[in-house]
């Protein structure tokens, strides 16, 4: 199944067999850059939060790598 896409931007629509099959909901889109955001830290910040890096660093993994080793 090969899509042809036709138009651009909030236009754009993906066609299959001559029937549109992917159309952009102008309700759901939002731009993908921002020119600036704006946020406030100061409750965060007062929490004393700090966020938690997902994955160990890797001096860590390094470590527990070579522990298994031996």
């Given amino acids: 199944m090969e899509?042809?896409?036709e138009g651009s931007g909030l236009d754009e629509v993906g066609k299959w067999d001559g029937k549109t099959v992917v159309k952009i909901n102008k309700k759901f889109n939002r731009?993908?850059?921002?020119?600036?955001?704006?946020g406030d830290p100061t409750k965060a910040n007062a929490?004393?939060?700090?966020?938690?890096?997902?994955?160990?660093?890797?001096r860590d993994i390094i470590t527990i790598n070579k522990k298994e080793m031996m």
Avoid: G, S, T
């Fill in 47 to 58: 929490k004393e939060y700090l966020p938690k890096p997902a994955l160990p660093n890797n």
């Fill in 31 to 38: 731009p993908a850059e921002v020119d600036m955001l704006i």
């Fill in 3 to 5: 899509v042809k896409w």
